[in-house]
């Protein structure tokens, strides 16, 4: 639709409605930047998270974890030994030390970590992330939540 046609229905003249759409172009186009800096980071957070649990390095695994970090579970994951939920640095990574077997994963396009004992989908790490540390960690094992596309 052409501007002319556009501004009558904003309110605007032809030209101020050439610029608001402008605007909304360049908000967009950062708003992806930012999306995609964001996964990046994540990404990059779930890595450390994978590497400190693999080699056992407690410390690590603390560094990536934001000190009031909450780990939740859900039914099928709490039936396996997962805590149904935990809170705190050291709790967490007391109970994440054991995602030594775990692999690299995505969900939904995020980084993640899938619990693959014996090459069977057990559980699903998921993250939240704020900043440079993990906030929550949810355990998804519930085979109807989590299907695995090959």
């Known amino acids: ?59 690590q695994l603390l560094a990536v974890l934001d000190p009031d970090v909450v780990l939740r579970a859900d039914r099928t994951a709490v039936a396996l030994g997962a805590p149904s939920e935990a809170r705190g640095d050291v709790a967490v990574a007391r109970f994440c030390r054991r995602a030594r077997d775990a692999v690299p994963a995505l969900l939904n396009g995020a980084a993640a970590v899938a619990w693959m004992p014996d090459g069977e989908l057990r559980v699903v790490f998921k993250f939240t992330a704020a900043g440079a540390r993990i906030t929550a960690i949810d355990l998804i094992a519930d085979p109807d939540s989590v299907q695995v596309r090959t």
């Open 1 to 59: 639709m052409p501007f002319e046609g556009i501004a009558p229905i904003v309110g605007r003249s032809d030209e101020a409605a050439r610029k608001l759409a402008s605007r909304a172009r360049r908000r967009v186009r950062m708003q992806d930047v930012d999306q995609a800096t964001n996964t990046l980071r994540q990404a990059r957070l779930v890595e450390a998270f994978l590497a400190a649990a693999r080699n056992r390095e407690f410390a």
